[in-house]
C-alpha cells in the first residue's frame, strides 16, 4: 500500500498562533486526500477532503477560514490551524484515496494549544 | 446513507482466548467494510477489507471478519488473543472506497 507521512508528529503552540500540519503520499500520485480529527477515546471525524488543484470539500460545522488546506501537488497536502486555541487541541491524521476502495493513513499529528 | 455501529466501546479478554469485536452497519447500497487497529498515538492500520467478494474474510495479524447480509453485521474476530493485540479498534464503512464512515472504535485490552 501507499506510504503516508505528516509532519510534525507533535506540535504544541500559544493560543492564537497558526499551526501548519504536511501530509505527504511518498509512493502514491494522490488525486484525493482526507484530513480527519480525533479527541480523546473518540473516533475519527472527517474535517475536509482534498482535491489536487482544486478548492477543498469541508464537512459540515468545519469552519474552513479556520482549517485552511491547501494540496498543491498530487505528493503534498497541507492543513493549517489559524489562531489556535485550547479547543482545537486534538489528534489530526491524513489519509489518500488509493483507489480499490482503500485509504492509506498517516501517523497523524498531535496537536496541543496552551 | 452509510453508518456503522460498534457494539461495546471495551472489551477485555484474557490471553489465549477469543476475540470478537463487533460491527454493525447500515448502508442503502452494498457497502465496502473495513477494520482496522489504532496504536497509542498512531494513525490507522488496515487489519481487512470486505468489497463484495468472498464473505468471510481473513486479514493481518490472525484476525478475520465475516459479512453477513442478513444481518448487516461484519464482526472481527481472532481464535487466540495475544498481548500485542491491545489497541483500539475501528469498523468503517464506504459506498465509493472515497467516503469513510467510522464507528466509534472498540478498545481491546487482553489480560495476562
Known amino acids: 500500500g501507499a506510504v503516508v507521512s505528516q509532519h510534525p508528529s507533535r506540535v504544541i503552540c500559544k493560543s492564537g498562533t497558526s499551526v501548519k500540519i504536511e501530509c505527504r503520499s511518498l509512493d502514491f500520485q494522490a488525486t484525493t486526500m482526507f484530513w480527519y480529527r480525533q479527541f480523546p477515546k473518540q473516533s475519527l471525524m472527517l474535517m475536509a477532503t482534498?482535491?489536487?488543484?482544486?478548492?477543498?470539500?469541508?464537512e459540515q460545522g468545519v469552519e474552513k477560514d479556520k482549517f485552511l488546506i491547501n494540496h498543491a501537488s498530487l505528493t503534498l497536502s497541507t492543513l493549517t490551524v489559524t489562531s489556535a486555541h485550547p479547543e482545537d487541541s486534538s489528534f489530526y491524521i491524513c489519509?489518500?484515496?488509493?483507489?480499490?476502495?482503500?485509504?492509506?493513513f498517516g501517523p497523524g499529528t498531535r496537536l496541543t494549544v496552551l | 446513507a452509510q453508518s456503522v455501529t460498534q457494539l461495546g466501546s471495551h472489551v477485555s479478554v484474557s490471553e489465549g482466548a477469543l476475540v470478537l469485536l463487533r460491527c454493525n452497519y447500515s448502508?442503502?447500497?452494498?457497502?465496502?467494510l473495513f477494520w482496522y487497529v489504532q496504536y497509542p498515538n498512531q494513525g490507522l492500520q488496515l487489519l481487512l477489507k470486505y468489497t463484495s467478494a468472498a464473505t468471510l474474510v481473513k486479514g493481518i495479524n490472525g484476525f478475520e471478519a465475516e459479512f453477513k447480509k442478513s444481518e448487516t453485521s461484519f464482526h472481527l474476530t481472532k481464535p487466540s488473543a495475544h498481548m500485542s493485540d491491545a489497541a483500539e479498534y475501528f469498523c468503517?464503512?464506504?459506498?465509493?472506497?472515497?467516503?469513510?464512515?467510522f464507528g466509534t472504535g472498540t478498545s481491546l485490552t487482553v489480560i495476562p
Open positions: 482534498s482535491n489536487e488543484g482544486s478548492k477543498a470539500t469541508y
Open positions: 448502508s442503502s447500497v452494498p457497502p465496502y
Open positions: 468503517a464503512v464506504s459506498n465509493t472506497g472515497n467516503q469513510f464512515y
Open positions: 489519509s489518500l484515496w488509493g483507489g480499490y476502495n482503500e485509504q492509506f
